[in-house]
């Protein structure tokens, strides 16, 4: 049988959310159902002519789709080449990449260039004043592939979440996070939830939280105390 590589897969290699990811891929070029039976034929060279719309998709490359990713959604160069991807852990099996320098601000600003964003205060780079990781150089991280925010961490408050000693989220991650979901599917996180970055902490100990507000039609940014907890306010965790 001719194969596009050189070690052949089975459907459960791939995540639910990759299967998505390449088939939105596939659709924006205009797949359709009727070219499935085409792409299946391997002398049609089909197969061959699509995988490399798959690379990034599925991560072969984190390095490249991360660059790639700021230089078109940020018009900002990285550099990724120094900085090492996690060890497989369970279900968290999607990379995030954090540039060195990497603000709230400077994500936030190309996030609002590509769909309607509101934040509770014109700055955050001087509203913010911890976060658990800095990235003072490139870094990545592994959070779960999923739309809301972790139900594993739901009705659990920053405290609570300090007290367990976990690792969750920043602002910046969060914004990250939002901003690549965006460039590979068309959607947002959290439409019913909301993401608490309990990674970050503002001015007086406030903590910063995200969500999409389908009646407004926005990713809106805002915040809540330190010991606020519900059903619907989780943290994202994550692999460093």
Request: hydrophobic share 35%.
């Amino acid at each position: 049988m001719e194969t596009i590589a050189s070690q052949v897969y089975k459907p459960a290699d791939f995540s639910a959310g990759q299967v998505h990811e390449m088939l939105v891929t596939l659709g924006k070029r205009g797949f359709s159902p009727q070219m499935a039976a085409e792409v299946a034929n391997a002398r049609s060279g089909k197969a061959q002519e699509i995988v490399g719309l798959f690379r990034s998709v599925l991560d072969l490359d984190p390095i490249a789709f991360w660059q790639k990713f700021y230089q078109d959604f940020c018009d900002l160069e990285t550099d990724f080449s120094q900085a090492g991807v996690p060890d497989p852990v369970g279900d968290f099996t999607l990379v995030l990449g954090i540039p060195e320098g990497l603000t709230p601000n400077r994500i936030y600003e190309p996030c609002a260039r590509h769909f309607k964003c509101w934040r509770y205060a014109d700055d955050l780079d001087a509203i913010i004043t911890h976060n658990d990781r800095e990235p003072t150089k490139s870094y990545f991280i592994k959070v779960r592939d999923r739309q809301e925010a972790d139900e594993e961490l739901k009705n659990l408050s920053a405290n609570d979440i300090k007290t367990r000693c976990l690792t969750t989220e920043t602002l910046t991650e969060r914004l990250v996070h939002e901003a690549v979901y965006y460039y590979r599917t068309g959607e947002h996180l959290d439409v019913s939830n909301i993401t608490l970055c309990s990674g970050s902490r503002s001015r007086g100990g406030r903590v910063p939280h995200v969500d999409w507000c389908g009646h407004n039609g926005g990713v809106f940014v805002s915040y809540c105390r330190s010991g606020d907890s519900s059903s619907s306010l989780r943290s994202r965790q994550v692999v460093s």
